[in-house]
Nanobody, 127 residues
Framework: QVQLVESGGGSVQAGGSLKLSCAAS????????MGWFRQAPGKEREGVAA????????YYADSVKGRFTISRDNAKNTLYLQMNALKPEDTAMYYC????????????????????WGQGTQVTVSS
């Protein structure tokens, strides 16, 4: 049974930092592209970042470049998202997701290409 369990969300003031984790099980984690997505109330789910199975290639949404860092530990089947310089507009439910062996290059942010999803962890940034 595939499981993706996010943790690390919370409330923080603008300018602060949080580190999200996603523990994966039930599938060959080290062979899958992993992504982070977020969804704010009333908005569509959007891709935040993605990372290839080996961790050598990453993608970021323009809105988080230079502030967020995606990483993975394949020995621990865990995905991370280090979020620095947080802004109120980063407030959302954050989800981790898994797709196949490739992140798809220009389609890395397409949520429909991801087969497995976690339940999400809430991030709230106050001004």
């Amino acid at each position: 049974q595939v499981q993706l369990v996010e943790s690390g969300g919370g409330s923080v003031q603008a300018g602060g930092s949080l580190k999200l984790s996603c523990a994966a099980s039930g599938y060959p984690y080290g062979s899958y592209c992993m992504g982070w997505f977020r969804q704010a109330p009333g908005k569509e789910r959007e891709g935040v970042a993605a990372i290839y199975p080996g961790g050598g290639t990453t993608y970021y949404a323009d809105s988080v470049k230079g502030r967020f860092t995606i990483s993975r530990d394949n020995a621990k089947n865990t995905l991370y998202l280090q979020m620095n310089a947080l802004k109120p507009e980063d407030t959302a439910m954050y989800y981790c997701a898994a797709r196949g062996a490739t992140c798809g290059g220009g389609s890395w942010y397409t949520s429909s290409r991801y087969a497995y999803w976690g339940q999400g962890t809430q991030v709230t940034v106050s001004s």
